[in-house]
């Protein structure tokens, strides 16, 4: 979906796994928009129409959430990336997608859809930390796994002083032991590369329900009180501040790979609506008469 986004841009979220890279994505692009609140209902509809577009057309792959606890009307696009050159490959299958969905001069068209539906736009790219992720998927259907199933998403966004990245990365390190001994929880750590400024770390989990982070460990309880206090006052000495942010999956709006469709067919396949199946002819001839 990166070219649509082209005047809005695209970023990464990276996914490299120490023990198991051949098989997994090394970075994820992660496209955060502010939806102005009176298109929020523009602004679905175009998007299931460039989904549907690109599903059928095997175009890119991403994944779509919006923020349900956090700035409202916020959504974002997630696609996996193995490179960065694979970031160009992506934006090539996007555009061929929609150019066969839509028509010649169909993207354009699109794009500016889109972008009247926004108020703005943040790109950036991150690079997962697996040596901090507690509890890491071994492979790709592992990984799979946690997206396929996954319906909420919650990330803490820590702010890190400058020159504190190493003792932050300490602190994640002795984190991640106690979660691994006391939980079989997964977070995810990854590291922001470029597209916002100051030194930025993600903390995210995934998880089928809303319900399911009542059952969240507690750090206090794996690491003992003394442990937990030491380790909480290095911590606050090393962030500027955090955020928590609590998101949920829009599967009308993603296109997903196979691995994690199959996860779960009925939430992930969506049905094509007659209003979609009439999208791009129409779009086409709306281009075509523009021309």
């Given amino acids: 979906m990166r070219f649509l986004l082209t005047a809005v841009s695209l970023s990464l979220l990276a996914t490299p796994l120490l023990h198991s890279q051949q098989v997994m994505s090394d970075y994820l692009d992660v496209f955060t928009v502010k939806v102005r609140p009176e298109k929020r209902a523009e602004f679905d509809t175009v998007n299931r129409k460039i989904a549907e577009a690109n599903r059928k057309a095997k175009g890119d792959q991403w994944t779509a959430m919006t923020v349900e606890y956090g700035e409202g009307n916020t959504v974002q696009f997630v696609s996996q990336r193995q490179n960065f050159a694979a970031i160009e490959s992506g934006m090539t299958a ?101 597209g916002t400024p100051g030194n930025v770390y993600y903390v995210t989990t995934l998880q089928p329900s809303l319900a399911a982070y009542d059952s969240a460990p507690k750090m206090s309880e794996l690491m003992g009180k003394d442990a937990f206090e030491r380790w909480s006052k290095a911590i606050s000495e090393d962030a500027m501040n955090s955020e928590t942010t609590m998101m949920r999956m829009l599967p009308e709006l993603s296109s997903v790979s196979d691995g994690i469709s199959k996860i779960a067919p009925d939430f992930w396949q969506m049905k094509r609506t007659a209003s979609v199946a009439h999208a791009a002819p129409k779009l086409a001839e709306t281009a075509k008469a523009a021309q």
């Fill in 94 to 194: 996007f555009m061929s997608a929609i150019n066969t969905g839509y028509g010649l001069g169909g993207l354009s068209k699109v794009m500016a859809d889109f972008n009247s539906t926004i108020l703005s736009s943040r790109a950036e790219i991150r690079r997962r930390r697996w040596d901090l992720t507690a509890n890491p998927p071994t492979d790709a259907d592992s990984y799979n796994q946690i997206i396929g199933s996954a319906r909420w998403l919650r990330t803490i966004r820590v702010n890190v002083r400058n020159g504190h990245e190493d003792d932050f990365e300490q602190r994640a390190k002795e984190a991640k032991a106690a979660l691994e001994k006391g939980t079989k929880w997964t977070y995810f750590i990854s590291e922001v590369m470029a």
